[in-house]
């Protein structure tokens, strides 16, 4: 099981950035996946997740209306679509899925099994 995270960046606030988890090893129609963050100083945050065999989707209250987590399984990649960026939101974010769990509120409130990378996020003007 691999993962891999990419798109992180500098965006002023009120902007848009969008994440991609590309995955091997396991397909994208069974396990929970979902996106975490940790910023300096603060607790590891599960931000949003997804249940690839339902669509069920679960967000942290501080990014829910703001943050879309979604899938293509035919490119193995799933997103984390970020609008109306705040300050707050700088942090680094993981990608992180886990075979054993299927829920996504599960999922992002305990420890994952498999993590990819991280990739920083900065929201500042």
């Known amino acids: 099981v691999q993962l891999q995270a990419s798109g992180g960046g500098l965006v002023q606030p009120g902007g848009s950035l969008r994440l991609s988890c590309s995955v091997s090893?396991?397909?994208?129609?069974?396990?929970?996946v979902g996106w975490f963050r940790q910023a300096p100083g603060k607790e590891r945050e599960g931000v949003s997740c997804?249940?690839?065999?339902?669509?069920?989707?679960h967000y942290s209250d501080s990014v829910k209306g703001r943050f879309t987590i979604s899938r293509d399984a035919a490119k193995s990649t799933f997103y984390l679509q970020m609008d109306n960026l705040l300050p707050e939101d700088t942090a680094v974010y993981y990608c992180?899925?886990?075979?054993?769990?299927?829920?996504?509120?599960?999922?992002?409130?305990?420890?994952?099994?498999?993590w990819g990378q991280g990739t920083q996020v900065t929201v500042s003007s």
């Open positions: 090893g396991f397909l994208l129609d069974r396990p929970a």
């Open positions: 992180a899925a886990d075979l054993g769990h299927s829920s996504s509120y599960a999922l992002c409130t305990t420890s994952p099994s498999d």
């Open positions: 997804l249940s690839t065999w339902n669509d069920i989707t």
